[in-house]
Each structure stands twice: as structure tokens, then as C-alpha cells.
Nanobody
């Protein structure tokens, strides 16, 4: 399974971006999908996760109420809608997925099987 991310870029504070992540060759059902981020000088952070069979979503406190994670009907793509962006949201964002994990919360995702290459998000005036 390959995860292909897109949608990164530069935006002013208060702006929005949408990050799609598509799973190729997802013949195995992906139980969990989500997004993580890593900024220079900071620890990697789980941002959001979704359990694909139920659509249940989980968010880090730092993005709750500003970011929304959704999936397509085929459950092989997810979309991270990021609104009210702040400079501290600047990071490389990575999509991740796992076929077996039962814990789709962001904190559990660091052990997930599949990872994308990352896409840069910069929030600056």
C-alpha cells in the first residue's frame, strides 16, 4: 500500500488548507487512517485519526475544533480540512494508515504500518 499526500502549501494565519491522502492498492482494508506532523525542533505529533469502519474521528487537543478529518465512501482516501490555521501549525504533515490496529487515536498511530512521504504546510504572514 502506498499513501499519496497532496494539498500542502503556504497560507496566512487564519487561512485554510485541505490535505488529501489516497491509498493505492488498498486491497487490504485499512482499519485506521490519520495525519501526523513534525516541525523542526519539535516532537512528532499525532494530529487526527479515523476508524474507517465506523467513521469515528479523533483529534489532538491542539487542533480540536479547527481541523476536520473525513473519508471517502470507498474508505481508501481521507481528507484533512484545516481551518483557522496558526503559525504553530507549520510542519511537514504525514498521512499514515494501518490495516489491523484497533486504536485509531493519534497517539497510537506512531506504530502504524504505512506512511506517506509528507507534505509541507507553512503558516506565515
Amino acid at each position: 500500500v502506498q499513501l499519496v499526500e497532496s494539498g500542502g502549501g503556504s497560507v496566512q494565519p487564519g487561512g485554510s488548507l485541505r490535505l488529501p491522502c489516497a491509498a493505492s492498492d488498498a486491497s487490504d482494508s485499512l482499519n485506521c487512517m490519520g495525519w501526523f506532523r513534525h516541525a523542526p525542533g519539535k516532537e512528532r505529533e499525532g494530529v487526527a485519526g479515523i476508524r474507517t469502519d465506523s467513521g469515528t474521528t479523533y483529534y489532538a487537543d491542539s487542533v480540536e475544533g479547527r481541523f476536520t478529518l473525513s473519508q471517502d465512501n470507498g474508505k481508501s482516501a481521507v481528507y484533512l480540512q484545516m481551518d483557522s490555521l496558526k503559525p504553530e501549525d507549520t510542519a511537514t504533515y504525514y498521512c499514515a494508515a494501518d490495516p489491523f490496529s484497533l486504536d485509531c487515536t493519534p497517539v497510537a498511530g506512531f506504530d502504524w504500518t504505512y506512511w506517506g512521504q509528507g507534505t509541507q504546510v507553512t503558516v506565515s504572514s
